[in-house]
């Protein structure tokens, strides 16, 4: 037994009381206190904080030893070993919901006394321990967190600011090469003019880059404004987009009405703008384009939302590294972009407390779920 622990006897019975403070103090415990009510009971436990209480549940006053016992355990986690002489089945069960580190039925012998001390006393060290350890658990990942946060936001703000910058020097080297072409091209030969063309395409495919790095950043850094969205109209607007950039261009669209969920709006748009631009983009050199947008009713009860395309497809054993930041399983001749739309697209999902996922066949298309939070 641990030296001393120090007791809070909580019994009605004047003479039972005075005989288990002799008891216990023959077992080396130091009894603090006593008392005949739940009431003055609950008084003594918030003043004296004692190791232990023992605790009778037939007890003066309007509150019973179970009722102080609980709200004992509620405020300061104390340890409670019943002692009592009641054993029926509904008492048994009352006590039970206290979470009671012992009981003991009346009369009892030294030797199960101190055993149940010893026991009580050696778990509610243990739980105390575990209580201690996960409380610095959690500081030290709330720390890590904000150390995290903070490193996340020094890196996006390099980031927005490295391509900010960039943009300048860009615009002066496409600028002056096509000065170049347009002023002196008449006397240039065929390859220097095939020099300037390739400055400028580089030039150009670099600025796309950008332009894709700080929408990335700024996914990021913009403030989230939760409201119930109509995907089905968002994914609506968008396509219409699409057929007026090419309107020449047949392409079936398919739209699942009536899909709401919450969330940001822009963000979202800005999600499915980067999934059917994909759709749009990898069925381009398919005579009959079919692209799909709309829901299935995942394992978990739960929306995932996805869209489908009949288009190039990919292999599924990289799928994984279709949501990278300029991962491409592509060249830019077969298809141009900057392979930053999909890592953008994760990462608004994300922010929405959502997942990604992807599918596919090389030749067979491709089709790109997500989870999103139902409407409020």
Same mark, same amino acid.
């Given at each position: 037994? &641990?030296?001393?622990?120090?007791? *809070?006897?909580?019994?009605?019975?004047?003479? @039972?009381?005075?005989?288990?403070?002799?008891?216990?103090?023959? *077992?080396?415990?130091? #009894?603090?206190?006593?008392?005949?009510?739940?009431?003055?009971?609950?008084?003594?436990?918030?003043?004296?904080?004692?190791?232990?209480?023992?605790?009778?549940?037939?007890?003066?006053?309007?509150?019973?030893?179970?009722?102080?016992?609980?709200?004992?355990?509620?405020?300061?986690?104390?340890?409670?070993?019943?002692?009592?002489?009641?054993?029926?089945?509904?008492? #048994?069960?009352?006590?039970?919901?206290?979470?009671?580190?012992?009981?003991?039925?009346?009369?009892?012998?030294?030797?199960?006394?101190?055993?149940?001390?010893?026991?009580?006393?050696? =778990?509610?060290?243990?739980?105390?321990?575990?209580?201690?350890?996960?409380?610095?658990?959690?500081?030290? @990942?709330?720390?890590?967190?904000?150390?995290?946060?903070?490193?996340?936001?020094?890196?996006? %703000?390099?980031?927005?600011?490295?391509?900010?910058?960039?943009?300048?020097?860009?615009?002066?080297?496409?600028?002056?090469?096509?000065?170049?072409?347009?002023?002196? +091209?008449? =006397?240039?030969?065929?390859?220097?003019?095939?020099?300037?063309?390739?400055?400028?395409?580089?030039?150009?495919?670099? %600025?796309?880059?950008?332009?894709?790095?700080?929408?990335?950043?700024?996914?990021?850094?913009?403030?989230?404004?939760?409201?119930?969205? &109509?995907?089905?109209?968002?994914?609506?607007?968008?396509?219409?987009?699409?057929?007026?950039?090419?309107? /020449?261009?047949?392409?079936?669209?398919?739209?699942?009405?009536?899909?709401?969920?919450?969330?940001?709006?822009?963000?979202?748009?800005?999600?499915?703008?980067?999934?059917?631009?994909?759709?749009? /983009?990898?069925?381009?050199?398919?005579?009959?384009?079919?692209?799909?947008?709309?829901?299935?009713? +995942?394992?978990?009860?739960?929306?995932?939302?996805?869209?489908?395309? &009949?288009?190039? +497809?990919?292999?599924?054993?990289?799928?994984?590294?279709?949501? +990278?930041?300029?991962?491409?399983?592509?060249?830019?001749?077969?298809?141009?972009?900057?392979?930053?739309?999909?890592?953008? #697209?994760?990462?608004?999902?994300?922010?929405?407390?959502? /997942?990604?996922?992807?599918?596919?066949?090389?030749?067979?298309?491709?089709?790109?779920?997500?989870?999103?939070?139902?409407?409020?």
């Amino acid at each position: 037994m &641990n030296e001393h622990p120090r007791v *809070l006897v909580i019994e009605d019975e004047p003479i @039972v009381a005075a005989d288990l403070k002799i008891r216990l103090e023959m *077992l080396g415990c130091k #009894v603090v206190g006593s008392a005949a009510s739940g009431e003055k009971a609950l008084t003594l436990a918030g003043q004296l904080l004692p190791d232990l209480v023992l605790m009778d549940i037939r007890l003066e006053g309007a509150m019973d030893g179970i009722e102080a016992a609980q709200q004992i355990r509620q405020r300061w986690h104390l340890a409670v070993v019943y002692l009592t002489a009641f054993a029926d089945d509904t008492t #048994v069960e009352r006590a039970k919901v206290t979470e009671p580190f012992g009981y003991i039925l009346k009369p009892f012998k030294d030797r199960e006394l101190k055993t149940v001390i010893e026991m009580a006393l050696y =778990k509610h060290h243990a739980e105390e321990e575990i209580r201690r350890l996960n409380e610095t658990l959690e500081l030290r @990942v709330l720390e890590r967190t904000s150390e995290l946060q903070t490193a996340m936001k020094e890196i996006e %703000s390099f980031s927005y600011s490295v391509s900010h910058d960039l943009r300048a020097p860009l615009r002066a080297m496409d600028g002056f090469s096509k000065a170049l072409l347009d002023d002196w +091209g008449d =006397k240039f030969d065929q390859q220097a003019k095939d020099y300037l063309h390739r400055i400028r395409a580089a030039a150009q495919r670099m %600025s796309q880059l950008i332009d894709g790095l700080l929408a990335l950043s700024h996914t990021s850094r913009q403030e989230m404004r939760r409201e119930k969205v &109509n995907l089905s109209a968002l994914a609506q607007a968008v396509a219409a987009e699409l057929r007026e950039r090419e309107p /020449k261009r047949p392409v079936e669209f398919q739209c699942q009405p009536g899909l709401e969920v919450t969330g940001d709006e822009r963000l979202l748009r800005v999600a499915l703008e980067n999934l059917l631009g994909n759709a749009w /983009k990898f069925t381009s050199k398919q005579a009959n384009a079919c692209v799909e947008f709309g829901a299935l009713r +995942g394992a978990e009860g739960r929306n995932e939302y996805f869209v489908r395309d &009949n288009g190039a +497809g990919f292999e599924m054993a990289y799928a994984d590294k279709l949501f +990278g930041a300029f991962q491409r399983l592509h060249t830019t001749s077969e298809f141009p972009g900057s392979g930053i739309g999909l890592a953008t #697209v994760q990462r608004i999902i994300h922010r929405h407390g959502g /997942k990604v996922r992807a599918e596919g066949a090389v030749g067979q298309g491709a089709t790109f779920f997500f989870t999103l939070p139902p409407p409020a």
